[in-house]
T-cell receptor
Framework: ELKVEQNPLFLSMQEGKNYTIYCNYS?????LYWYRQDPGKSLESLFV?????AVKQEGRLMASLDTKARLSTLHITAAVHDLSATYFC?????????FGAGTRLTVKP | NAGVTQTPKFRVLKTGQSMTLLCAQD?????MYWYRQDPGMGLRLIHY???????AKGEVPDGYNVSRLKKQNFLLGLESAAPSQTSVYFC??????????????FGPGTRLTVL
């Protein structure tokens, strides 16, 4: 069964600091996604990672994928308050999608 | 383009009542999905469809039915609502996987309360 674990579940950061969110999954997957959700809102796509060693960057966020370790990371560089949100990773196997429980990130001044 | 829309945005049901949630997308996407989101549990896939006239079960399909009679619409039905179905329901659509751009586009959500 495909399982996805994220950690940490809660993260409080100071502005300007760096941190990494981890996403582990249990079985071989076709592809991995990262999403952002603001409170009371819908989900917004951040990255799609398709192959081993894939790295994508957008602004202060960088995502990577290690399919051998079944691990994806979302690295935050020099955090700013606007990055406060819940971040989800999701893993696809065929057409089945499994989401992690999410990491609630709070960036404090 | 409106993207993905959901109707209704809020609904309160009594146990045993039935209802249908409507999802519509104007991006000509083949794939559509229904999820539920409960506090602290992320999203869980209920049913999905890879094309008009086809549907398949996801992780938590019990108590729900779906139909995809038109490519742009995906309906989620609750035949006999239960309090355990109190949740926020999200619809999503995407291109087929393998295109390299199969990210899912989500609707605004429907908040359902079953009393």
């Amino acid at each position: 069964e495909l399982k996805v674990e994220q950690n940490p579940l809660f993260l409080s950061m100071q502005e300007g600091k760096n941190y990494t969110i981890y996403c582990n999954y249990s079985t071989t997957s076709d592809r991995l996604y990262w999403y952002r959700q603001d409170p009371g809102k819908s989900l917004e796509s951040l990255f799609v990672l398709l192959s081993n060693g894939a790295v994508k960057q957008e602004g202060r966020l960088m995502a990577s994928l290690d399919t051998k370790a079944r691990l994806s990371t979302l690295h935050i560089t020099a955090a700013v308050h606007d990055l406060s949100a819940t971040y989800f990773c999701a893993v696809a196997l065929n057409n089945d999608m499994r989401f992690g429980a999410g990491t609630r990130l709070t960036v404090k001044p | 383009n409106a993207g993905v829309t959901q109707t209704p945005k809020f609904r309160v049901l009594k146990t045993g009542q039935s209802m249908t949630l409507l999802c519509a997308q104007d991006m000509n996407h083949e794939y559509m999905y229904w999820y539920r989101q409960d506090p602290g549990m992320g999203l869980r896939l209920i049913h999905y469809s890879v094309g008009e006239g086809t549907t398949a079960k996801g992780e938590v399909p019990d108590g729900y039915n779906v139909s995809r009679l038109k490519k742009q619409n995906f309906l989620l039905g609750l035949e006999s609502a239960a309090p355990s179905q109190t949740s926020v329901y999200f619809c999503a659509s995407s291109r087929p996987p393998g295109a390299g751009a199969d990210t899912q586009y989500f609707g605004p959500g429907t908040r359902l309360t079953v009393l």
